[in-house]
């Protein structure tokens, strides 16, 4: 956001796979929420988060998302202001306000590192 100059809007960042809660947010005015389903939500975050990857942003055995894609494309991700990469913080705030057990904790952990590499 800083290098970007924190826009209001700006570009959004891929629409591919998002959940349908945001839709949702959006035309409530982006006020508190939380998405009534916690697994639709969790595997719609998993989902959205793949499908925007580049495609060399390969995961391993495990399905966790590799920390040196060579030759990564990351314009797609690089998108600032309130549509941008926001979103998935925001995503990842609902699915932690979600949690209600530590047998959840871990995948969302793990949504959070690599969200933060990235």
């Known amino acids: 956001e800083r290098t970007c100059g924190f826009p ?7 629409l591919t796979k998002r959940p349908k809660d945001f839709k949702i947010w959006f035309c409530g005015g982006r006020k508190d929420f939380l998405p009534q389903n916690f697994n639709e939500f969790v595997s719609g975050m998993v989902a959205w988060w793949t499908a925007i990857q580049p495609d060399n942003h ?50 969302w952990l793990a949504m959070v590192e690599d969200v933060s590499w990235v």
Do not use: F
Request: with cysteine.
């Open 8 to 14: 209001d809007g700006g570009k959004s960042i891929p």
């Open 58 to 107: 390969e995961c391993d055995s495990q399905g966790v998302h590799m920390r040196e894609p060579q030759d990564a494309n990351w314009s797609q991700l690089r998108k600032a202001g309130r549509n941008g990469m926001y979103l998935m913080v925001v995503g990842l705030m609902w699915w932690r306000n979600m949690i209600s057990n530590n047998k959840t904790m871990g995948e």
